[in-house]
């Protein structure tokens, strides 16, 4: 019988998308079938860059080329950036699952699951940018996703904080914004698509929030005073814009956290 983490590693260095998608729902299922051991006994590798493409190029944030959403391409190009996202966030749920074996059993559950959702949501946004003559890696992208992952790297609590609290749960914030400018296209089958991956983020957001205050609970901190001084320390901010306070509190945040955050948001863009 394979070890888990053995095929976690696989599908984490792979490098081509569909196949990284394919491994990634297999392992859910071999997973589940109870047809792979879970031998903790072995250290995670350190793996500073996962598997992925040649294309798209990776560049700066600030130099992603922007681009007119009436034109065919401009559009593609957004539907692009989402193909993206969903494409780290598979190595960034694999990486949780690999990398932090000191945690419990369902910690790995759960995020092989968050793992095959991402997967999922790659596969079904790449047949919507094929449906539109362009396909995975035909814009330039930036490595900010993976970037946060590495340096959250040595610590499940900070990763915890970071990744779902912050840059995921941004995803319930703008795709109902996103859906909406597809609507007006006419896109409604990029809409079904947006529905399902805004529905999923919800319980990947809910996941994140589960294992911070559980690791928070473990260590005897603070978990919102934590969060805030984390923000301060990586300079990160968790609003920006439209924020969706039903599908945040949904996904685990309180309405006292966030009225906190609010608060703590507006006099640290003011300082």
Known sequence: MQNLYTVLQTALCETNPVQKSELTIDLFHQFHSGSLKLDKSTPALDIPIAGRPAKPELVAVNQVEKRKLTTAEGYAAMLHAICHIEFNAINLALDAAYRFRSLPDQFTADWLKVAKEEAEHFSLMRGR????????????????????????????????????????????????????????????????????????????????????????????????ELFRNLLRRFDMFIFRGYVNLDAREQAGFSKFEMEMLEHFEQSFQAA
């Not at 940018?129 to 610590?155: E, R």
């Not at 995803?171 to 947006?194: F, M, S, W």
Request: proline residues 4%.
């Open 129 to 224: 940018l094929l449906a539109h003559g362009f396909d995975y890696g035909d814009f330039s992208a930036h490595g900010h996703l993976w970037d946060m992952a590495y340096k959250t790297a040595f610590d499940p609590l900070l990763r915890m904080a970071l990744v779902p609290r912050v840059l995921e749960a941004r995803g319930l914030d703008v795709t109902p914004a996103i859906r909406a400018k597809v609507e007006q296209r006419g896109d409604l089958e990029t809409c079904a698509v947006l529905d399902i991956i805004y529905r999923d983020e919800v319980g990947h957001v809910k996941i994140g929030n589960h294992w911070y205050q559980y690791l928070c609970e473990q260590r005897g901190l603070e978990p919102i």
